[in-house]
């Protein structure tokens, strides 16, 4: 599990979002929408690169089913409620804190499974 994990992983997280934000948030971003799909690669890489690296230290460097769970895991039980919580504070619908949540959730656990296949 090196560098080469990590880019597909991110790689691949970025175009799942763009795929599901295409089909799920099509009226979300406006003019900027081009901008926030550049300026996520980066980032889906930089998550990548921590996810990875959590994974190593846990010992948790083969099987792609466990590398999956765990970066369900992440989204689900890490990330998801963090934007639930911002999402009510910032009384936005619920149907973007599910869109969100949702790409969140299966964007780690396709991070997890890459970075575990490769």
Do not use: K
């Not at 979300?28 to 930089?46: E, F, K, N, Q, Y």
């Not at 994974?55 to 765990?70: E, M």
Request: glycine share 14%.
């Amino acid at each position: 599990m090196g560098i080469l994990n990590v880019l597909v992983a991110g790689l691949g997280a970025w175009i799942l979002g763009l795929a599901w934000y295409r089909h799920f948030g099509s009226e979300r971003g406006g003019d900027r929408r081009r901008t926030v799909a550049v300026a996520a690669l980066p980032v889906m890489i930089l998550a990548a690169g921590f996810l990875r690296h959590i994974y190593f230290v846990s010992g948790l460097t083969t099987g792609i089913p466990l590398g999956t769970i765990a970066g369900l895991g992440i989204g689900l039980f890490f990330i998801a409620p963090w934007l639930w919580l911002r999402d009510l504070a910032e009384r936005r619908d619920r149907q973007i804190t599910l869109i969100d949540a949702g790409y969140a959730c299966v964007a780690t656990a396709l991070m997890g499974g890459l970075l575990v296949a490769i």
